[in-house]
RNA sequence: GCGACGGUCGUCCAGUUUGGUCUAGGACAUCAGAUUGCCAAUCUGGUAACCCGGGUUCAAAUCCCGGCCGUCGCACCA
């Protein structure tokens, strides 16, 4: 069985993830709950995204809607370039792409944003017919990976947003004016995603309704190296990956050797590996891997993703894209509204370097890295996550099942479940209740027992180590605080 | 979306070939009780499933059709 399989099988039982409506056969593939300790973990995770992203860089976080205007996606492309001309075969069923189609038979150039009938004219003249079985082929269709979602009485055309970015683009106007802030800016945002996968596959990993946090960088392009924190990070080391290689060199070293461009992109791509080096993803499986001309999105000039090895290969975690003035020159042409700011009593309109992470694959490679097999230990099950990402952060358990053990436990709960996430357990041998703490990452658990009676005393036992120390109950929430706390 | 294979308690699996024995069985997990008292012990008892819809049949977990989901391959992934 696969790492995969293992985190599948871990989530289904322990309630991290599952399949949605999964009471229903109607049920469509491609959307995932999160259950209680799935929010827990995801909660901790961008909890620590805003810590050593949002405050430390003093970003601005917002939090726009899922739905927005047809204007926004005309602005943005996504009306023209998310939607491909489809045709059927009435006999086999096949899908084609019309536009490739037509190119390949009758090899002749087709624009992109071709109207249906026209397309249908196209294949109606040259006679072309399924390349697979001959058969006769349908009108054809437009496919948009967008949902399109209609409002009021009126039926108004509207979408829900493929990616949470153009709220911070239609928003920075109001935000830059109201927050008495400069450029460089950071913009931030959590929120849910929407694109109509055509075939979603792999539970968290591709996903028709997901989590984004994104950061939106609004930039003077004429001082991209006048950056003064910069410094902060000038000697954390970046795992690059380029032409076939992995290369680790510090910020500064990547500037120098113009692997990255400029101090603004290098100084956030390294705040971005500080970040991920608290999550508990292996750092030594992780690299930041520089986009071919051909890969990039056609907005993007510098393009890194951040991705991580899994047991399906490696994964992106994070678009790291320069965007230049795309985004705000095509708001300010739709909407006819000037975007410009003042920089230095200079009128610019702010270029864009964004940090697009998608929230759920993170969270499947934290567990996947953080999910062990003790063979030392009766093949114990454990998942070593970082304490302060634990869904539950300590367990509490009477050794007996006696009323003063209980009275005792309680007491303890009390003092402190208001400030961590505890879990009280007294059923079954105190091993059983170890094991099942561990096996979803609770790094700690304070057992009740026979000297606590006498000097108010617990048992700590530890998660990766299953060692035991005595600790006062007075100090266990102090203890606890120390714990959980992320290091600097 | 196409093709191949699959879908049975929370999880994993048996049963489907050859319809009746299935009132659907086991293991682990879970709950209650007994026992023990610091690492998944033991005993007793309990909860809990045939993906959905239709068809064939006296009779369907089992055969047929459609849908949904999953795995893999192809295509797709601004």
Not at 19 to 28: A, G, N
Not at 37 to 54: H, M, Q, S
Not at 260 to 276: D, G, Q, R, S, T
Not at 298 to 327: H, K, M, P, Q
Request: glycine content about 4%.
């Amino acid at each position: 069985m696969s790492t995969y399989d293992d985190i599948v099988q871990l989530a289904l039982e322990r309630g991290f993830y599952f399949p949605s409506c999964e009471l229903y056969s109607d049920s469509s593939a491609g959307f995932w709950e999160y259950g209680p300790n799935g929010v827990k973990i995801k909660n901790n995770f961008l909890e620590l995204w805003r810590r050593e992203l949002v405050r430390r860089d003093a970003m601005l976080e917002i939090d726009g809607t899922q739905i927005m205007s047809r204007s926004v996606f005309q602005a943005s492309g996504h009306l023209k370039n998310f939607s491909d001309p489809v045709v059927k075969c009435t006999k086999c069923k096949s899908s084609f792409r019309a536009d490739k189609l037509i190119q390949d038979e009758v090899n002749i150039e087709v624009p992109e944003r071709l109207q249906n009938d026209k397309v249908d004219m196209l294949i109606k003249e040259n006679n072309i017919r399924c390349p697979s079985c001959k058969g006769e082929l349908s009108t054809s269709e437009r496919f948009n990976m967008m949902f399109k979602v209609e409002i009021g009485p009126n039926h108004d055309e509207a979408y829900l947003r493929p990616e949470t970015c153009q709220s911070i683009f239609v928003d920075f106007q109001r935000i830059f004016k109201v927050s008495r802030r400069k450029l460089p800016l950071g913009i931030a945002q959590i929120g849910k995603s929407f694109r109509n996968e055509i075939s979603p596959r792999q539970g968290l990993l591709r996903l028709r309704e997901f989590y984004q946090a994104e950061i939106e960088i609004f930039c003077n392009p004429n001082k991209l190296d006048d950056l003064q924190k910069f410094e902060s990070v000038r000697n954390t080391v970046l795992r690059i990956y380029d032409n076939q290689q992995t290369m680790e060199v510090t910020a500064a070293e990547a500037l120098e050797r113009k692997i990255i461009p400029n101090k603004l992109v290098a100084y956030y791509l390294a705040l971005l590996v500080e970040f991920f080096n608290k999550t508990g993803i292996v750092n030594k499986r992780t690299r930041l891997r520089r986009l071919s001309d051909d890969e990039k999105a056609f907005y993007s000039s510098i393009a890194f993703d951040f991705e991580v090895d899994t047991s399906s290969g490696w994964l992106e975690l994070v678009a790291c894209n320069y965007r230049s003035d795309y985004d705000l020159l095509s708001h300010s042409a739709t909407s006819k509204a000037n975007l410009q700011v003042m920089d230095d009593e200079v009128k610019v309109l702010p270029h864009v370097f964004e940090l697009s992470l998608g929230v759920d694959r993170c969270i499947y490679s934290i567990l996947e890295h953080s999910y062990f097999i003790d063979r030392e230990k009766d093949d114990r099950i454990l998942l070593k996550l970082k304490p302060y990402l634990s869904p539950i952060h300590a367990g509490v358990l009477p050794l007996l099942k006696k009323d003063e053990f209980k009275a005792k436990s309680f007491n303890l709960v009390s003092l402190l479940n208001r400030d961590f996430d505890i879990f009280y357990d007294e059923s079954g041998s105190i091993g059983r209740r170890y094991r099942r703490l561990e096996e979803i990452g609770t790094p700690f658990a304070f057992t009740i027992d026979h000297q606590t009676m006498d000097d108010d005393t617990v048992t700590i036992r530890y998660r990766d180590s299953m060692n035991q120390e005595r600790i006062k109950i007075n100090d266990v929430h102090s203890f606890l605080t120390k714990s959980l706390s992320v290091d600097r």
